[in-house]
């Protein structure tokens, strides 16, 4: 089994900066590409940012600019860095990952147990 593991959330005011990772542990033969998702209260959950295995990007236009996405390949790691923060980003934020457990198996999505992030104004 594959598991994703979230920390870096909190409180933090208007303005300021977070930055939250994504540990996937368990057997894996490749991870495609890991993204962060955020659901924020009475809203559906909705892609924040996204990279592949090789470092390519993309990010929602609400956050282009402000936040960042990485990844340590070699741990497995993916990580988001929010600055700029506005009370809108407040929200629950999911990691994802597209895995492979063998080489002859096919992909599948995986999902971290999700992290708060509230700003306040």
């Known amino acids: 089994q594959v598991q994703l593991v979230e920390s870096g959330g909190g409180l933090v005011q208007a303005g300021g900066s977070l930055r939250l990772s994504c540990a996937a542990s368990g057997r894996a033969f490749s991870i495609n590409a890991m993204a962060w998702f955020r659901q924020g209260p009475g809203k559906q959950r909705e892609l924040v ?4 295995s090789g470092g390519s990007t993309n990010s929602a236009d609400s956050v282009r600019g402000r936040f960042t996405i990485s990844r340590d390949n070699a741990k497995n790691t993916v990580y ?25 198996s096919a992909p599948m999505n995986y999902w971290g147990q999700g992290t708060q992030v509230t700003v306040s104004s």
């Open 80 to 104: 988001l860095q929010m600055n700029s923060l506005k009370p809108e980003d407040t929200a629950v934020y999911y990691c994802n990952a597209n895995v492979r457990r063998t080489s002859v």
């Open 49 to 52: 940012a996204a990279i592949t």
